[in-house]
């Protein structure tokens, strides 16, 4: 019996890349998980499929982020294949943004309402559907906290402000024994970072050595992570950031 036999996930974002990998392990450990897409139904459906192929129960959630309304719809959809949530992943997001003098109004609005407007009222709206002890991880990034990309400025930006919702969220939830944290990874081999790392001939060499652990790391690597906070061992951490970039800010 897994570690997370019983419970049910929501994982925004889940139908590729990072988030895939975080609802696969969940899977793994036993939850029953909601795998958000926003336009890709084919991967999410995918990323179903691999759950249930390796004994886990998943569905598929689509709601565009973005949009007015947004929140609402996700958890209509949601509600229609479960009647409570016990662990919600906010990992749904726009990954760059151009250099800020080239940056226009348009983007910038569209960033932070995928990154941070709709996680605020994913949140707000599903806290009443969340029960008694439960977890909340927002997917944050090492670049909140370091100038070493600077031309993806507003998108860091929104991972600063979502490291604010984490962390004053866990004194709003605390009362009721749920958890909340960030988790910020760094350079993560995925279709997100396909033109950075595979881009030019030394593209993976430089991306690694910004490592202190000297590579580049996988989904699972974050999943682990978010496995341990969303378990039983992690019920005594809470309103953390959690610096899972392989040392890139040492």
């Known amino acids: ?17 990072i988030g895939r990998g975080i609802a696969e392990r969940l ?26 192929a390796a004994g886990g129960s998943a569905f598929a959630v689509g709601a565009e982020l973005g949009l007015p309304g947004d929140a609402e719809a996700l958890w209509a959809e949601f509600d ?3 009647d409570g949530l016990d ?14 003098q ?12 995928v990154n941070v407007k709709a996680p605020l009222f994913i949140l707000k709206h599903g806290m009443t559907r969340l029960r008694d002890g439960g977890r909340v991880v927002n997917i944050s990034s090492g670049l909140a906290r370091t100038a070493v990309m600077p031309d993806n400025m507003a998108y860091a930006m929104t991972k600063g402000a979502l490291d ?29 970072t396909a033109e950075l790392l595979h881009g030019s001939a030394d593209g993976w060499a430089k991306a690694a ?25 992690g019920r005594w951490v809470t309103g953390s950031w959690v610096d899972v970039t392989g040392g890139s800010l040492t």
């Open 164 to 192: 604010v919702l984490s962390r004053d969220l866990s004194k709003v939830l605390g009362p009721r024994g749920i958890t909340v944290n960030s988790v910020a990874p760094g350079i993560i081999d995925t279709d997100n």
């Open 1 to 17: 019996m897994g570690v997370l036999t019983g419970r049910t996930a929501l994982v925004t974002g889940a139908s590729r890349g």
């Open 80 to 82: 229609r294949h479960a």
């Open 102 to 113: 080239e940056l226009d109004e348009r983007e910038y609005d569209k960033v932070f309402a």
């Open 27 to 52: 899977g793994r450990d036993g939850a029953r998980v909601g795998v958000h897409y926003g336009r890709n139904e084919t991967a999410a459906k995918e990323t179903v499929a691999a759950i249930e």
């Open 209 to 233: 050595a910004l490592s202190a652990l000297g590579g580049v790391g996988e989904p699972a690597e974050v999943a682990d992570v978010v496995a341990f906070l969303v378990s039983d061992g």
């Open 87 to 100: 662990i919600l992943v906010n990992n749904a997001g726009i990954g760059n943004t151009r250099p800020i």
